[in-house]
């Protein structure tokens, strides 16, 4: 009786020795590496109200529907500016190509799909950037999927967080760019 719970006893050991052994290399390779491109930028959008032809860089091109109260439907189409700090007057780095369109019925939220132009002394080439922009939240994170140029097939992610905002007229979102695919 004695020997059959102490080989009981060793097996359970020997299995747990196993899987803890397991658990410890999963978490070696599940571990966060340290980007190898990593830069933050300020993203602008004025949405085009009608009258505000030279300031506008968005406008909407079909309408929210009467669903909910946020803007569900609306799609816009931008060529907005993209600067290193908040300042809209300062210099672009680079122009953001794309689109997006209001999601959800419940809340604001917006699924964003562009392509940011660089153009400058810095870096020149493309990144694109797709996914949703989930508004309520503090921080939000867009894949980066891919890029010419400087950043040639690119892979990462774009933290968003909303840093301006004036109803739905102007928005300027920090863009803090991480890549963990550079080649």
């Not at 080989?7 to 571990?31: D, E, G, N, P, Y």
């Not at 030279?54 to 406008?59: K, M």
């Not at 400058?120 to 080439?125: A, D, I, Q, V």
Request: proline share 3%.
């Amino acid at each position: 009786m004695r020997r059959s719970n102490s080989k009981k006893c060793l097996f359970f050991l020997v299995s747990l020795l196993i899987i803890s052994q397991s658990v410890l290399a999963f978490k070696k390779r599940m571990k966060e590496k340290a980007p190898c491109k990593r830069f933050v930028v300020y993203y602008h959008d004025i949405l085009f109200g009608g009258d505000d032809v030279a300031n506008a860089t968005s406008a909407a091109i079909d309408k929210a529907t009467k669903l909910g109260d946020f803007q569900f439907g609306l799609l816009v189409v931008f060529d907005d500016p993209v600067t290193k700090d908040k300042n809209l007057r300062s210099p672009p780095v680079a122009r953001a190509q794309g689109f997006y369109f209001y999601n959800d019925k419940k809340e604001y939220s917006a699924w964003f799909a562009y392509t940011m132009v660089f153009n400058s002394s810095e870096y020149k080439g493309t990144l694109n950037i797709m996914g949703a922009d989930l508004m309520p939240e503090k921080t939000r994170d867009l894949s980066v999927v891919g890029g010419t140029g400087d950043f040639f097939m690119a892979r990462g992610i774009a933290t968003f967080e909303t840093d301006a905002l004036e109803g739905i007229k102007y928005f300027r979102l920090k863009m803090d760019i991480k890549l963990y695919e550079c080649y």
